[in-house]
């Protein structure tokens, strides 16, 4: 069975910092892959997904994640984090269902 | 394109009483629909997957005698907790797919407080 793993529960940083929210999933087949944000009291936003080809897929907001697959990793990445940066954000892998990671919460200080 | 809402967005409610969630796909049809239950600060858990016209596959500890889904079309599937407990306060969110799941566009969340 697939399961996501999100290494970081908390990710403190300053504004203008770059960040990087890891991910890693276990899967011996091809899975498909997303990251999503969720701001309070509201549902998910889709960030960016990995459906197939290119290993470095750029989404919203300045974020882009790098397909790793001999590290089964989906790490997130923004080069400059901005204070409406801060929010929950979850990575997901699907399968035969989606499946996602504990989250992370990244908050961004002044 | 690919806006799902929900409705209502929150709801307070009394022991005992049963109350509706719906999610709708308002551009598009959504031939696969999601519903998902997430506590605070907590990751999203998969309750069941609703296809259109089907009866609903629920995940392994879901009661389905107490959340009711039905999905009547393709652009809407409701959530019915019946018999209300407080330990079914919680977020709802919905979410629905084109392609069978593996893209899925979620709903704003709904949240519910048994009293």
């Known amino acids: 069975a697939q399961s996501v793993t999100q290494l970081d529960s908390q990710v403190p940083v300053f504004e203008e910092a770059p960040v990087e929210l890891r991910c890693n999933y276990s899967?011996?087949?091809?899975?498909?892959l997303f990251w999503y944000v969720q701001y309070p009291n509201q549902g998910l936003q889709l960030l960016l997904k990995?459906?197939?080809?290119?290993?470095l897929d750029k989404g919203i907001n300045g974020f882009e994640a790098e397909f790793n697959k001999s590290q089964t990793s989906f790490h997130l990445r923004k080069p400059s984090v901005h204070i409406s940066d801060t929010a929950e954000y979850f990575c997901?892998?699907?399968?035969?269902?989606?499946?996602f990671g504990a989250g992370t919460r990244l908050t961004v200080k002044p | 394109g690919a806006v799902v809402s929900q409705h209502p967005s929150w709801v307070i409610c009394k022991s005992g009483t049963s109350v509706k969630i719906e999610c709708r796909s308002l551009d598009f049809q959504a031939t696969t629909m999601f519903w998902y239950r997430q506590f605070p600060k907590q990751s999203l858990m998969l309750m069941a997957t609703s296809n259109e016209g089907s009866k609903a596959t629920y995940e392994q500890g879901v009661e389905k005698d107490k959340f009711l889904i039905n999905h009547a079309s393709l652009t809407l599937s409701t959530l019915t907790v019946t018999s209300a407990h407080p330990e079914d306060s919680s977020f709802y969110i919905c979410?629905?797919?084109?392609?069978?799941?593996?893209?899925?566009?979620f709903g704003p969340g709904t949240r519910l407080t048994v009293l």
């Open positions: 979410s629905a797919s084109r392609l069978a799941g593996v893209e899925q566009f």
């Open positions: 990995y459906l197939s080809g290119s290993t």
């Open positions: 997901a892998a699907y399968l035969n269902d989606m499946r």
């Open positions: 899967s011996s087949v091809s899975v498909y």
